[in-house]
Every structure is written in structure tokens, then in C-alpha cells.
T-cell receptor
Framework: NAGVTQTPKFRVLKTGQSMTLLCAQDMNHEYMYWYRQDPGMGLRLIHYSVGEGTTAKGEVPDGYNVSRLKKQNFLLGLESAAPSQTSVYFC???????????FGPGTRLTVL | KNQVEQSPQSLIILEGKNCTLQCNYTVSPFSNLRWYKQDTGRGPVSLTIMTFSENTKSNGRYTATLDADTKQSSLHITASQLSDSASYICVVTLYSGAGSYQLTFGKGTKLSVIP
């Protein structure tokens, strides 16, 4: 099993550009999450999904959109990137909200 | 506001020594508490998960304790190894109703183990 994988690993964008981060999991998990991690701060939840076709906002959803068209994939989109979105993005998955979350390796995004 | 505070922010210890990391939380109602290890440049990996009815849980050289009355948890690392160098993150889960859960993450303690 590959676990949770994220694509790409690194990306540099210019302000105003758009991009999509892909998260894939092969553990048949219902729940999937997108977090961002900034220096000196704890992980913050951007959006999450409790099943295929569902999405919900987390703590810091502004400037991001998500889609869960397939159970194994969770996409995070930035429509118009801003320097404030420079961060490391982590995807995670799990069977239920109370259970353990498995994290991907992260995507380091820089917006110039 | 639900908060998770970890101390110390950073810690340097000699290889082979023991250490204890602290986590205080104000999250209520509390469902479970997790400790994660995050190596530099990697995603967090779960070490332990404890419900409010558990007061200790071990995973090899890692032992987590929980005092739900004082809302404190600690992570004790025994006989530290160089590979223990990482950030350790405390995460508290609260049940927010209608089958939804909210995770509150601490900022982590950065542990450096030196030879």
C-alpha cells in the first residue's frame, strides 16, 4: 500500500496563478482532509470530506476550493494564488473522525 | 476558545537520556487526545491515541499519560535515540455534534537529540 500520496511535492507560483493539489489514498478511508502548516503555528484545517461527493469547510477555507469526485482522491484548488498561501500543505485520511489520521508527505508551495 | 498549548517549544537532550513533553488543553467536550511525531520535511505520524477514560498508553519507548481532570497530557521518551529528533504534536479532538469532530493542534515541541 502506498498510503497517502500527494502531487506535486514542490511548486512555485506567481500571484494570481491557479493550481490544483492532488491527494490520493489507497486505504479505502471515508474521511479526507486538507491542512496547511505555517512556521510557529499548528496545523490548520482548510477543508475536509466525510465521503465521496461531500466537502465541508474547515478553519481556514478562504481562497481554496476542494472536490471529492472519487473516494480515493481529494483535490485542493487555488483559483488565484496569493503570497499568504505560501505554506506546506498536508493531506490526511481516516475511517472516521475519531480514528487515527494518516498524513501524506506534504506539498511545499511558494507564491511569489 | 479551544486551545492546545505545548511546552517546551524546543528541547535539546543527549542521546540515551529520557525526556518529557507537556500538553495542556482547554478543549471541551473532549473526545480523544493524540500525539504525533513529525520528522523534518515529512507528514505527522501517529504515536498514541487516548480517550478520556485512559490515563496511559505506550508505543515502544514512547509513553503518553493523560489527566482529564487537570486537562494535561505528557509524552515521555525513554532512552532517546538520534532518530527521535523531530517535532512532537499534541492534538485534541472534540465532538462538535451531528457526527462531526474538530481537531485542535498544538504548535509542537521540537526535540533535538545530540550524540
Amino acid at each position: 500500500n502506498a498510503g497517502v500520496t500527494q502531487t506535486p511535492k514542490f511548486r512555485v507560483l506567481k500571484t494570481g496563478q491557479s493550481m490544483t493539489l492532488l491527494c490520493a489514498q489507497d486505504m479505502n478511508h471515508e474521511y479526507m482532509y486538507w491542512y496547511r502548516q505555517d512556521p510557529g503555528m499548528g496545523l490548520r484545517l482548510i477543508h475536509y470530506s466525510v465521503g465521496e461527493g461531500t466537502t465541508a469547510k474547515g478553519e481556514v477555507p478562504d481562497g481554496y476550493n476542494v472536490s471529492r469526485l472519487k473516494k480515493q482522491n481529494f483535490l485542493l484548488g487555488l483559483e488565484s494564488a496569493a503570497p499568504s498561501q505560501t505554506s506546506v500543505y498536508f493531506c490526511a485520511s481516516g475511517f472516521r473522525g475519531l480514528n487515527e489520521q494518516f498524513f501524506g508527505p506534504g506539498t511545499r508551495l511558494t507564491v511569489l | 476558545k479551544n486551545q492546545v498549548e505545548q511546552s517546551p517549544q524546543s528541547l535539546i537532550i543527549l542521546e540515551g537520556k529520557n525526556c518529557t513533553l507537556q500538553c495542556n488543553y482547554t478543549v471541551s467536550p473532549f473526545s480523544n487526545l493524540r500525539w504525533y511525531k513529525q520528522d523534518t520535511g515529512r507528514g505527522p505520524v501517529s504515536l498514541t491515541i487516548m480517550t478520556f477514560s485512559e490515563n496511559t498508553k505506550s508505543n515502544g519507548r514512547y509513553t503518553a499519560t493523560l489527566d482529564a481532570d487537570t486537562k494535561q497530557s505528557s509524552l515521555h521518551i525513554t532512552a532517546s535515540q538520534l532518530s527521535d529528533s523531530a517535532s512532537y504534536i499534541c492534538v485534541v479532538t472534540l465532538y462538535s455534534g451531528a457526527g462531526s469532530y474538530q481537531l485542535t493542534f498544538g504548535k509542537g515541541t521540537k526535540l533535538s537529540v545530540i550524540p
